[in-house]
């Protein structure tokens, strides 16, 4: 399977506890997304990596989320001491630096967090 | 003022009809437009992207971009229960822009 990978796809952890999930992108692409969605809503994005550059943040993504992609590769995205808010799909997407293509983002299964 | 507007739905339609699902935005300065189908409980696929002002035909899949009228359309014909689903459209807020905003997606429903 070449598409983008996410692992776990299933997460139950109770409140206070830390996360990380884990996303391998399409091995060509350079860039990286992740995204949240919740029930009847649309993704909403979190961060954005350029090789092992994190280039943007979006103002949701508040100081217990924090996103690696050390090596230009796979990325991670930890959410420390988890809220009932925190629940919900986590998308990875990756898309190939080209120019317009650039945005033409695939998205892998997702990591569906549920916090009790 | 949301960003991208869909209208929920659901859209419900005879197999073999066309379905017609519309998106607005706001932001006059987006470059990029995106459909994307998810089924319940899946993630989004990509079906159909377009650049530029007109039509962009696809097999049962026409993408229509007015820009003057921040209007982005998908047209699908010969509809099949397969594509119930929710339809999600997406913009690229500014040229080259890094991050894809979406709207809260329109409900398809084709029935048999």
């Known amino acids: 399977d070449t598409g983008v990978s996410q692992n776990p796809r299933h997460k139950i952890t109770k409140r206070g506890q830390n996360v990380t999930f884990r996303c391998d992108p399409i091995?060509?692409?350079?860039?990286l997304y992740w995204y949240r969605q919740t029930l009847g809503q649309g993704p909403e994005f979190l961060t954005y990596?350029?090789?092992?550059?994190?280039?943007?943040k979006s103002r949701l993504l508040s100081d217990r989320f924090s996103a690696e992609r050390p090596k230009g590769s796979f990325s991670t995205l930890e959410i420390q001491r988890t809220e009932q808010g925190d629940s919900a799909m986590y998308l990875c997407?990756?898309?190939?630096?080209?120019?317009?293509?650039?945005?033409?983002?695939?998205f892998g299964p997702g990591t569906r967090l549920t916090v009790t | 003022q949301k960003e991208v507007e869909q209208n929920s739905g659901p859209l419900s339609v005879p197999e073999g009809a066309i379905a017609s699902l519309n998106c607005t935005y706001s932001?006059?300065?987006?470059?990029?437009f995106f459909w994307y189908r998810q089924y319940s409980g899946k993630s989004p696929e990509l079906i159909m992207f377009?650049?530029?002002?007109g039509d962009k035909e696809d097999g049962r899949f026409t993408a229509q971009l007015n820009k003057a009228s921040q209007y982005v359309s998908l047209l699908i014909r010969d509809s099949q229960p397969s594509d119930s689903a929710t339809y999600l459209c997406?913009?690229?807020?500014?040229?080259?822009?890094?991050?894809?905003?979406f709207g809260a997606g329109t409900i398809l429903r084709v029935k048999s």
């Open positions: 997407a990756s898309s190939l630096g080209l120019r317009q293509s650039a945005h033409e983002q695939y």
């Open positions: 091995s060509e692409h350079n860039r």
């Open positions: 990596f350029q090789n092992e550059a994190q280039l943007e």
């Open positions: 932001d006059r300065g987006s470059q990029s």
């Open positions: 377009i650049y530029s002002n």
């Open positions: 997406a913009v690229t807020p500014m040229e080259y822009g890094n991050k894809l905003v």
